[in-house]
């Protein structure tokens, strides 16, 4: 509890003297008696009449020198280089572009990935969500958009990510040139839930930024299961009651405010295309995030475990995820291709159980056994990188799949 800070706001930040040096914390909640702080690190030091100073709304101050650096979610550097900082700061927590004045969503993106440049098609302003559980090959799909996806820049947020995958995540698996054009913000799990909400706001901040300049901005997210948990416990500090699962009313807001501030931009700016990673335990996808996030967004995309397990990466369900963008993302001619290619996959699924078992007697289903004949072939197709000449060298090696 601080008091004297008589022009103090919800949301803005102070910095209170230790014994170590200075401590950063943001106001949660005000009453007469005086703010609550929340510690953006451990007050361990902090002393009962400590001095503290109001700094006023949390703010970030991104520039075109950030791309290939690595920053925390308050804009320090955490490479051992110096940052520049930008000539105008930006509120974490921005508005987004008035919905009236947005443009509709744009063209189809080449992504590098078969699946994406085809079935599930991506296009510009477009908000997904991968949905997965842990160790499924999420960030790997991730990295492969940050080097593939047809975009002026990339911006990642790791909310609340291990300490010693940051290095491997941005070094091996991002490599070189997707670094090159992507600014990383990151927030590692020993964090206080302050910092770990922050780096999805300031990472959504940068992508802004950029937007305002007309670029194109990827923006990655993983996770945002994560971020609503650190939501939560902000939450339950400043006093709100948990109701839904254990998480508080103000979440769902949370959630929909920060996805719908990526997208496409007004006229005379760019857009945001935004794919945001979605943690389902025991691939349960009613429990409250997952929820609320695939009935925001424009699209779905399900990883599965047991494909995982039998080594195809990436671990997309085709049958249980959706693009919104279709079907005017592809053309009448890739659109009937698209639903044979779901139909096919479709039979097998369905007769899956009885080929395994042997009781399936080949003559007994016309389309049961084309299935069984091409999904050899789609299942490898899945797998797939996109061939040199993108979305339509794509479709092409669609086609005779389903023309073996």
Not at 200 to 216: I, K, N
Not at 266 to 284: H, K, P, Q, W
Not at 322 to 332: C, D, G, I, T
Not at 376 to 398: C, H, Q, T, V, Y
Request: hydrophobic fraction near 45%.
């Amino acid at each position: 509890m601080v008091s004297g800070l008589a022009t103090a706001a919800l949301g803005d930040r102070v910095l209170a003297e230790t014994g170590a040096g200075a401590l950063g914390g943001e106001i949660v909640r005000l009453s007469t008696a005086g703010a609550t702080v929340l510690p953006e690190d451990d007050p361990e030091g902090l002393k009962i009449g400590a001095r503290v100073e109001l700094l006023g709304p949390a703010t970030i101050a991104p520039d075109i020198g950030w791309l290939g650096r690595i920053v925390d979610p308050v804009g320090r550097p955490l490479d051992g280089r110096p940052l520049m900082r930008g000539l105008v700061r930006r509120p974490m927590t921005g508005a987004p572009p008035p919905a009236a004045e947005r443009r509709p969503m744009g063209e189809r993106l080449s992504t590098g990935v078969a699946v994406f440049d085809t079935l599930l098609p991506l296009v510009r302003g477009q908000r997904i969500g991968l949905f997965s559980g842990s160790g499924v090959g999420k960030s790997s799909l991730l990295a492969k958009f940050a080097r593939g996806v047809a975009a002026d820049v990339a911006v990642i947020a790791l909310v609340g990510e291990r300490g010693r995958e940051l290095r491997d995540f941005t070094e091996r698996v991002l490599g070189r040139d997707g670094m090159a054009r992507s600014v990383v913000v990151t927030s590692t799990s020993d964090q206080s839930p302050l910092m770990r909400r922050r780096c999805a706001l300031s990472a959504m901040a940068v992508a802004e930024h950029f937007r305002d300049q007309g670029l194109h901005v990827l923006l990655l997210v993983d996770s945002v299961t994560r971020y609503a948990e650190a939501h939560r416990e902000v939450a339950l500090a400043s006093g709100e009651s948990a109701s839904l699962r254990g998480y508080p009313p103000s979440m769902a807001h949370s959630l929909m405010a920060l996805a719908e501030r990526a997208g496409p931009g007004v006229e005379g700016s760019g857009d945001i295309t935004a794919v945001f990673s979605v943690l389902v335990a025991g691939s349960d996808m009613e429990e409250p995030v997952a929820d609320i996030v695939r009935g925001t967004l424009d699209g779905h995309v399900v990883l599965d475990r047991k494909i995982a397990e039998r080594g195809r990466y990436p671990a997309i369900d085709l049958l249980r995820s959706v693009s919104r963008s279709l079907p005017e993302a592809a053309s009448p001619a890739e659109n009937a291709l698209i639903a044979d290619a779901r139909r096919t996959l479709g039979a097998y699924d369905r007769a899956e159980m009885m080929v395994q078992a042997g009781l399936y007697i080949q003559g007994s289903d016309h389309a049961v056994d084309r299935a069984i004949r091409l999904w050899p072939m789609l299942d490898g197709f899945l797998s797939e990188d996109a061939p040199a000449g993108g979305p339509e060298a794509s479709f092409a090696r669609l086609l005779a799949c389903l023309k073996t």
